[in-house]
Every structure is written in structure tokens, then in C-alpha cells.
T-cell receptor, first 112, second 113 residues
Framework: KAGVTQTPRYLIKTRGQQVTLSCSPI?????VSWYQQTPGQGLQFLFEYFSETQRNKGNFPGRFSGRQFSNSRSEMNVSTLELGDSALYLCASSLAMGDTQYFGPGTRLTVL | GQNIDQPTEMTATEGAIVQINCTYQTSGFNGLFWYQQHAGEAPTFLSYNVLDGLEEKGRFSSFLSRSKGYSYLLLKELQMKDSASYLCAVRANPSGGSYIPTFGRGTSLIVHP
């Protein structure tokens, strides 16, 4: 069974731009969560989607948003990028909410 | 809020045993996970504890004490490839809503010959 895939793997943007990241969960997994990982803050929860609805949200500004499609694939969007948004963005999927999460390889975003 | 503490860095010798501790403070606790993350890679699932006691899986074991808010990951017969960051994550619903996983900052384990 294929694992979680994320595209793109690397991205360079400038301040003020917006970016969309994509995540395809493991086949059969219906829950997708997004995390931001930085050296200073560690792994921080952004939001979780299940059945195309955002079920949980972490403590991030409204510039961070996401959505989930009927096939469970998910996208997250960051608008008006700031230098501090430079991070590794990880997507994790699970069969259902609260189950063991399996992580994708991440998207490394650099904001210049 | 939730608070999860684990040591920042540990070193050990190949072939030895190492114990990585994790303490947490939360309400609505519903399980604790351990993940391994090699540099430049995504975290991979190691273990899950929801009841008190020891869960053994090959060279890796994880222990949980809910009353003490304490867990540890035990790695036996250490190998060089075990050099990685080990993340402790607590699943809880402190507000009574859905369960959200909160991760510790991770413990960087360095295994030397």
C-alpha cells in the first residue's frame, strides 16, 4: 500500500505571496492532519480534516487554511506569506480521527 | 493547555540500552504515541499506549503511567541507525471536544560506537 504523498517537496516563495500544498493520504484513510515543524517550535498541529470538514484547528492565524476533497485528498493554503512561515509542512493520515497517524515526507517551504 | 516535556538530547553507546522519558500535563488524556524521526525525514510511528503498563515491540518498548503523567521509550541493543529524534505525542481533548495530538519538542538521540 502506498504511503502518504505530498507535493511539492520543496518550494521557495517571497513574502506576501500565497502557496498551496497538496497531500494524498494512504488509500482508505479518511482523516488528514497538517503540521508545521520548525527547529524552534517543534511539531505544531495546524488542522485536521475528516469527511471534507475541518474538525479541529490549532492555534494558527487565519492566513492558514485548508480543505479536503471527496477522495480524502487535502490541500492547505497559506496566504500573505511571512518569513516566519518557513518550515517543513507535514501531512499525516489516519483511518479515522484519533487513530495512529502516518506521516508524509513533507513540503519544505522557504520564504525569502 | 497541554505541556509535554522530554530531554533535548541524549547520547548512548552502540549495544547499550537507553530510556527516553516523557512527562505530560493535560486533561482528557486518551493515549500517548512515540515517533522516530531521522534527520530530513518524516516521523514514523513506533508505539501507542493508552493503558498503564509496558508495551514491547522488538528492541523497542514503551511504558505509560497515567496517574503520574509519565511515559518512557526503552531502546535495547542500540544500533547506529537508532540515532534520530524521538517524539512523544499526547492525544487529548482538554476542552471536551475532539481529540488533538500534541507533540513534545523531541529528544535527539546520538548513538556512538
Amino acid at each position: 500500500k502506498a504511503g502518504v504523498t505530498q507535493t511539492p517537496r520543496y518550494l521557495i516563495k517571497t513574502r506576501g505571496q500565497q502557496v498551496t500544498l497538496s497531500c494524498s493520504p494512504i488509500s482508505g484513510h479518511r482523516s488528514v492532519s497538517w503540521y508545521q515543524q520548525t527547529p524552534g517550535q517543534g511539531l505544531q498541529f495546524l488542522f485536521e480534516y475528516f469527511s471534507e470538514t475541518q474538525r479541529n484547528k490549532g492555534n494558527f492565524p487565519g492566513r492558514f487554511s485548508g480543505r479536503q476533497f471527496s477522495n480524502s485528498r487535502s490541500e492547505m493554503n497559506v496566504s500573505t506569506l511571512e518569513l516566519g512561515d518557513s518550515a517543513l509542512y507535514l501531512c499525516a493520515s489516519s483511518l479515522a480521527m484519533g487513530d495512529t497517524q502516518y506521516f508524509g515526507p513533507g513540503t519544505r517551504l522557504t520564504v525569502l | 493547555g497541554q505541556n509535554i516535556d522530554q530531554p533535548t538530547e541524549m547520547t548512548a553507546t552502540e549495544g547499550a540500552i537507553v530510556q527516553i522519558n516523557c512527562t505530560y500535563q493535560t486533561s482528557g488524556f486518551n493515549g500517548l504515541f512515540w515517533y522516530q524521526q531521522h534527520a530530513g525525514e518524516a516521523p514514523t510511528f513506533l508505539s501507542y499506549n493508552v493503558l498503564d503498563g509496558l508495551e514491547e515491540k522488538g528492541r523497542f518498548s514503551s511504558f505509560l503511567s497515567r496517574s503520574k503523567g509519565y511515559s518512557y521509550l526503552l531502546l535495547k541493543e542500540l544500533q547506529m541507525k537508532d540515532s534520530a529524534s524521538y517524539l512523544c505525542a499526547v492525544r487529548a481533548n482538554p476542552s471536551g471536544g475532539s481529540y488533538i495530538p500534541t507533540f513534545g519538542r523531541g529528544t535527539s538521540l546520538i548513538v556512538h560506537p
